[in-house]
């Protein structure tokens, strides 16, 4: 006999799963597989496990019957060991909690890329909500469809930036920085004297995201190597649904598709390079994108990696997003202290600045 009882694991990460609202499809899988087992003999699932036999029963497939296996090795399966970071809180509490420590947001954008409203408006927007600090990262040169600035008019930006900054409330500042975008090998779409002026980079891959794997994986792995980087933005690339009515995006054209898949590439080996280098996971409130999946948060959280929960706002109203990022990451177990953008600005800025 084990020390563990596998048919109360899979019951377990499914009940998990359902109270996580993961999609319907991957509760099932447990659900049958646990039904599947609980007409056997222990001593036959036992045998099954060993000879690797159990994905031949209707409703046991592989990720099941490794829970299965390793539940019947006596270990806590994989698989509910990233889930149990959420048993018995409260999760609304929690996504409350999250959001109340939130001192500000690390990717927005003016009307000098592709947001819809001047940076004092975003500005002003943000100290109502009660932020210390907003980051402005317009796009970068490459991202043409999105007016992405040449290294010419970020400076120039800067120089706006620091005269805004004077006729803001005491108390709050707008931190300079870009969303750069993560090129074909990795390297990023601004010249290094640049970024290493800048508070806050982060950095977005926004071409090529079918990229098979392989190439996928070292391109964002060399991304993350670069000492300017300092946020992995939105990383799958995903589009669960269209963009709110009226909000451009990046890519914004009249026959872009509604809804795209997750980029391919080795989330473990990415998140690992994450937590190494220092480098935060974005969780991207936005609700076409509700970047990255809850299964890959999870990955990153229990990989060691800091998290920025961001709005990737285009529009003022836009900055009040961060509640949907804050619940995301709630049902994930993300405790604050792992997110950058709890932090004082000064606190942000030396550990984007130590980071270099
Ligand atoms: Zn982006
Ligand atoms: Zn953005």
């Known amino acids: 006999m084990s020390a563990r009882d596998p048919l109360a694991d899979l019951r377990r990460i499914a009940f998990l799963l359902e109270r996580a609202n993961e999609a319907t499809y991957r509760v099932r899988a447990f659900r ?13 699932v036992a045998e099954r496990a060993r000879t690797g036999k159990l994905t031949e029963l209707a ?10 296996a390793e539940s019947l090795a006596g270990e806590e399966p994989v698989y509910l060991r990233r889930l149990v970071a959420t048993e018995g809180t409260d999760l609304d509490a929690a996504a409350t909690e999250l959001r109340t420590a939130l001192r500000g947001d690390c990717h927005t954008h003016s009307d000098w890329s592709d947001g819809g409203s001047p940076i004092e408006e975003m500005a002003l927007a943000a100290v109502e909500l009660g932020h210390e600090y907003v980051v402005l990262t317009d796009h970068s040169p490459r991202l043409k469809v999105a007016r992405g600035l040449t290294a010419d008019r970020l400076r120039k930006q800067l120089d706006h930036v620091a005269a805004v900054n004077e006729a803001l409330p005491e108390g709050f500042r707008i931190l300079t920085g870009v969303e750069v975008d993560i090129l074909a090998d990795g390297s990023l779409d601004q010249s290094d004297e640049l970024l290493a002026r800048l ?9 090529g995201l079918t990229d098979e794997r392989a190439k996928m994986t070292r391109r964002m792995l060399a991304a993350i190597a670069n000492p300017h980087l300092d946020i992995l933005g939105h990383c799958t690339g995903r589009m669960v649904s269209s963009r709110p009515a009226g909000v451009q995006g990046p890519g914004d054209r009249a026959h872009r598709p509604r809804t795209r898949g997750e980029s391919d590439f080795d989330a473990d080996a990415v998140f690992a390079a994450c937590a190494e280098r220092g480098v935060a996971v ?3 409130s ?9 299964r890959l948060i999870r990955r990153a959280l229990e990989a060691g990696c800091r998290f920025a929960v961001n709005t ?13 990022g804050c619940e995301r990451a709630a049902l994930c177990g993300v405790p604050a202290d792992r997110v950058v953008n709890t932090w004082p ?5 030396e550990w984007a600045r130590t980071r270099r």
Not at 35 to 42: D, V, Y
């Open 312 to 324: 990737d706002a285009h529009a003022p109203g836009q900055l009040d997003w961060q509640r949907f």
């Open 59 to 68: 409703g046991v497939g592989d990720v099941t019957a490794r829970c299965v």
């Open 32 to 44: 049958s597989a646990a039904k599947a087992l609980a007409g056997l003999p222990a001593k036959e």
């Open 282 to 284: 974005e969780i991207n």
């Open 345 to 349: 600005a000064d606190r942000l800025l």
């Open 286 to 294: 936005r609700p076409e994108r509700q970047d990255p999946p809850k």
């Open 199 to 207: 508070d806050v980079v982060v950095g977005s891959v926004h071409s």
